[in-house]
């Protein structure tokens, strides 16, 4: 059984982490696939996959597509931009949802998946659950549960973090601070402006529900298996 994950954050941040770790939880084979340096444009509305249910659009969606097509299960994560899903993981979004509901409907229709939210301060990552939710709603997916965790602002690493008023360094930490490891959002650091102690248990916790998210979007597939 073959889960696949895809993220649509930075090669090797934290979005990609995240989908890591549930994938970690599921036992299964599972291939990582991120879109990161990859070309997905938004649908032109085309009307080109209406026979076919394939999109015309020639970039790497298609073959993305056919690796989740082909997978027992999915784990999507996508990063916030501008309190909403990134641009790439909504253009992906668009073209599955609109290339899946012409002649043959559905075809993701009741696979299970799994939906990984990372925003940069709060770590609810509420907005890309919102838009994800729609999108695995309109591809009738069986929404097995979701995960949310703060990943690091781009602002950690530019070199003018701790001096820019409207970056997300300063957005965390008062002026004056300095960029250290310890203050970088990661999986095993959540929330590090909110103190050393709360940010480990924060992470612990993370951790803890990407593995049972893993863990449930397996049982989730056995199930649906066994039942086929
Ligand atoms: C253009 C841009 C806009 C962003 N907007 C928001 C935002 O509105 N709210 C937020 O909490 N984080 C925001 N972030 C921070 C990202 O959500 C955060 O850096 C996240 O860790 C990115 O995922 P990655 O680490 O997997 O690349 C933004 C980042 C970028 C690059």
């Not at 970690?24 to 340096?37: A, N, P, Q, V, Y």
């Not at 949310?148 to 003018?160: H, P, R």
Request: hydrophobic share 35%; net charge negative; aromatic share 8%.
């Amino acid at each position: 059984m073959l889960v696949v994950g895809v993220g649509a954050g930075r090669r090797g941040k934290f979005t990609e982490s995240l989908v890591r770790r549930v994938l970690e939880g599921t036992g299964l084979d599972t291939e990582f696939i991120s879109l990161s340096g990859k070309l997905v444009r938004p649908c032109e509305a085309c009307n080109g996959c209406v026979e076919t249910n394939r999109c015309v659009l020639r970039d790497d969606f298609d073959a993305v597509w056919e690796r989740v097509a082909a997978a027992d299960g999915l784990v999507f994560g996508a990063p916030t931009y501008w309190d909403r899903m990134n641009t790439k993981g909504a253009a992906f979004w668009e073209r599955l949802c609109f290339t899946g509901r012409h002649r043959e409907r559905f075809p993701l229709r009741g696979k299970p998946a799994a939906m990984v939210a990372v925003d940069g301060s709060a770590g609810t990552g509420e907005y890309v659950l919102g838009d994800l939710g729609r999108y695995f709603a309109d591809a009738r997916l069986d929404v097995v549960g979701d995960v949310a965790g703060g990943g690091e602002f781009a602002c950690f690493t530019c070199g003018f973090g701790e001096d820019c008023d409207v970056g997300g360094f300063l957005s965390l930490y008062p002026p004056g601070t300095s960029i250290e490891p310890d203050r970088i959002p990661s999986l095993e650091n959540q929330c590090p402006h909110l103190g050393d102690g709360e940010a480990r248990t924060r992470g612990e916790a993370l951790r803890r529900s990407a593995l049972d998210l893993g863990d449930a979007l397996a049982r989730r597939i056995i199930h649906r298996g066994e039942g086929a």
